[in-house]
């Protein structure tokens, strides 16, 4: 499948197929589909370092995600691994991108942004959101970041929205790439759960 990937005034885009999804965009994170999907039914502990807002990391604390198991459904892609519970539906809506859904409705995903090391960690924070500070979590297998994230919809904008979601950032400087975990907290908001979904993210 085609992809061709440009940034329009500081924002990442991928074009799919004819259909532009916005990867670092304003008023949401949202994976364009493609038109077809492979569709999956699906039936570890780390420490964290909290920031100011949009800012590097200075401090470490442990972050407690005890007594939290799931029943994992492992989902290959090109680029990585990862499991989540067995009683939840996954998209890969194409190679490197996902969708989460429970009970037919989608909760979350993973999409794919553009990562420049030379930049501060804070690129990878989109427009037209406020973040409650970067958190860096130690114990993961490749640099990985945190946030709780509220989207606003753009000034022209002709409706007003407001959407909060959890984020987690898995680094890629190599690559220069970064691999955006994200939930919506209308749909699901067991941080615990997330964090240990995070903990199985593993780069290939």
């Known amino acids: 499948m085609p992809i061709d990937s440009t940034r329009l005034k500081g924002v990442s885009y991928e074009k799919i197929n004819g259909y532009i999804s916005?990867?670092?965009?304003?008023s949401h994170?949202?994976?364009?589909?493609?038109?077809?999907f492979e569709t999956y039914d699906t039936k570890e502990e780390p420490t964290v370092v909290q920031t100011k807002p949009?800012?590097?990391?200075?401090?470490s604390v442990e972050a407690d995600v005890s007594g939290i198991e799931f029943k994992p459904m492992t989902i290959e892609t090109s680029a990585y691994s990862i499991s989540v519970p067995d009683d939840?539906?996954?998209?890969?809506?194409?190679?490197?991108?996902?969708?989460?859904?429970?009970?037919?409705?989608?909760?979350g995903g993973v999409d794919v942004l553009?990562?420049?090391?030379?930049?501060?960690?804070?690129?990878?924070?989109?427009?037209?959101?406020?973040?409650t500070g970067l958190t860096k979590l130690e114990g993961f297998e490749m640099e990985t970041y945190s946030t709780k994230l509220t989207l606003t919809s753009p000034a022209a904008s002709e409706k007003e929205t407001q959407e909060e979601q959890y984020h987690y950032y898995f680094v890629d400087?190599?690559?220069?790439k970064a691999y955006d975990m994200y939930f919506n907290t209308a749909h699901f908001h067991d941080e615990?759960?997330?964090?240990?979904?995070?903990?199985?993210?593993?780069?290939?």
């Open 22 to 26: 916005r990867v670092n965009c304003g």
């Open 29 to 36: 994170r949202c994976a364009c589909s493609s038109g077809s």
């Open 54 to 59: 949009s800012e590097q990391p200075e401090n």
């Open 88 to 107: 939840w539906k996954v998209e890969k809506t194409n190679e490197k991108t996902l969708s989460f859904k429970q009970k037919d409705v989608r909760i």
């Open 114 to 131: 553009s990562y420049y090391p030379s930049e501060p960690i804070s690129q990878l924070i989109p427009n037209h959101a406020e973040d």
């Open 173 to 176: 400087p190599k690559n220069g």
């Open 192 to 204: 615990k759960i997330a964090l240990q979904i995070a903990k199985t993210f593993k780069l290939k």
